[in-house]
């Protein structure tokens, strides 16, 4: 069975103890998943920005492991604020309505007051 550990370099990931993303097995599971961009470590104070770089930062984690956008059966919302779960709808279309995963929006507290969503993925590997 594989079992591999996928990180971003986020500094997040060594203060808190966990990975982007884990191999294992036939499935990749990502952390909740940020519009932190990590490179300048700098978010953007408009909801559909940030949901368009929490999915360059999943992607990038899927890809590492071995995998893609369209192969994730699962997604997990979470926005402190539900009024902005709709505006991101196109932004969720347009990197999921290949895979058209099973999907969850729960309305919940932030690490930090800049983010105004999280999202999770599960995906699995190319199976032949």
């Known amino acids: 069975m594989k079992h591999r550990l996928i ?8 203060k808190i103890g966990y990975s982007r993303a884990v ?3 036939n499935y990749v599971f ?5 519009g932190f961009d990590y490179d300048s470590m700098s978010i953007s104070e408009n909801v559909i920005e940030q949901a368009e770089q929490c ?3 999943i992607e990038k984690a899927l890809q590492d492991a071995g995998t893609s956008l369209a192969n ?3 997604v997990h919302y979470i926005f402190p ?5 709709e505006p991101c709808w196109p932004v969720f279309k347009k990197y999921l309505n290949t895979a058209k ?3 969850t929006m729960f ?3 932030l690490l930090d007051e800049k983010m105004k969503l999280e999202v999770e993925v599960t995906a699995r590997l190319d199976i032949i």
């Open 30 to 34: 990502v952390s909740g998943t940020t």
């Open 7 to 14: 990180s971003s370099g986020s500094e997040f990931e060594s």
């Open 101 to 103: 995963p099973a999907a």
């Open 107 to 109: 309305v919940a507290g």
């Open 23 to 25: 191999l294992d097995g």
């Open 72 to 74: 994730v059966v699962r």
């Open 81 to 85: 604020d539900k009024n902005d779960f």
């Open 55 to 57: 999915f360059k930062n």
